[in-house]
């Protein structure tokens, strides 16, 4: 079981995943400009998307933090 997060957590925790929203769009939108470029370097491509999916990976996280524990 999970500890529900306090008021002041619960506001860190959705700043942050604001930033992390943020970021991962911003990395959606460099790597569609370099898939536009032909001479892109694949490589960068690789390590952008890897990125991306760690951020996805700890957006869900965080989002799950923020559901109130509920007895089962």
Known sequence: ???T????EQTRIAHRLAELRM???DLDLAIDRLHENIVADELTIKRLK????????TI????SALI???PA
């Open 68 to 70: 109130p524990d509920e």
């Open 5 to 8: 997060p306090d008021a002041p």
């Open 23 to 25: 970021e991962h769009r």
């Open 1 to 3: 079981m999970t500890h």
């Open 60 to 63: 869900a996280r965080l989002e």
């Open 50 to 57: 890897k990125r991306k999916l760690q951020l996805k990976d």
